[in-house]
């Protein structure tokens, strides 16, 4: 059984920076083709596809958000960590970790979700 | 970037009626060497995480009603569900896993019951 599961601060402050981990097990993150993304909902709105790295340690970022976020993951902790630096309000979501094999391309599992809120 | 938009933002359809959503890419996801194209439907309802519905466009995953199905290619895909259930009510989201970075979202169409 695949789970993912998203920890981290639920509160952040502008000007700092948010540091995710997704913690997952049913799969290695070191089998060929297997990836793991992060993806971010603001409240009411859409989903906003953030990073994603791969089992050969290759890592995308979205365009936008590139130069403030970093992806990283321990394959022997099964887990994929996500920084994003220089946070601000508009940065307030639920931050999702999901597995996204690349024989699919698509995610097939999504962890819990955790929603983070940037406030002073 | 792939910019991925759909249509219409939102609508409201009778039980047992049909509902289509379309999607529209920036660029073409049909990549040539795997005559696939990189386009998933997602499920999402709410307070729910979402749930995935079709992948490369078509393919519907296991345990997916065979109500909801996807079709298209290039730039112009559509999700059908064919006869309209209660539980379908929800936001739905096309993504594109093309090229880089991967994983685009539409904007989202909220589908209601008339």
């Known amino acids: 059984q695949v789970t993912l599961r998203e920890s981290g601060p639920t509160l952040v402050k502008p000007t700092q920076t948010l540091t995710l981990t997704c913690t997952f097990s049913?799969?290695?993150?070191?089998?060929?083709?297997?990836?793991v993304s992060w993806i971010r909902q603001p409240p009411g709105k859409a989903l906003e596809w953030l990073a994603l790295?791969?089992?050969?340690?290759?890592?995308y970022y979205s365009t936008s958000l590139q130069t403030r976020l970093t992806i990283s993951k321990d394959t022997s902790k099964n887990q994929v960590v996500l920084t994003m630096t220089n946070m601000d309000p508009v940065d307030t979501a639920t931050y999702y970790c999901?597995?996204?094999?690349?024989?699919?391309?698509?995610?097939?599992?999504w962890g819990q979700g955790t929603l983070v809120t940037v406030s002073s | 970037d792939i910019v991925m938009t759909q249509s219409p933002d939102s609508l409201a359809v009778s039980l047992g009626e049909r509902a289509t959503i379309n999607c529209k890419s920036s660029?073409?996801?049909?990549?040539?060497?795997?005559?696939?194209?990189?386009l998933a439907w997602y499920q999402q309802k709410p307070g729910q995480t979402p749930k995935l519905l079709i992948y490369?466009?078509?393919t519907r995953e296991s345990g997916v009603p065979d109500r909801f199905s996807g079709s298209g290619s290039g730039t112009d895909f559509t999700l059908t569900i064919s006869s309209l259930q209660a539980e379908d009510a929800a936001v739905y989201y096309c993504?594109?896993?093309?090229?880089?970075?991967?994983?685009?979202f539409g904007q989202g169409t909220k589908l209601e019951i008339k």
């Open positions: 790295i791969d089992w050969d340690d290759d890592k």
């Open positions: 993504q594109h896993y093309y090229s880089t970075p991967p994983g685009t």
């Open positions: 049913g799969f290695s993150l070191s089998t060929s083709g297997m990836c």
């Open positions: 999901a597995r996204t094999p690349s024989f699919l391309g698509a995610v097939d599992s």
């Open positions: 490369w466009a078509s």
């Open positions: 660029q073409s996801v049909l990549f040539s060497s795997t005559n696939k194209n990189y």
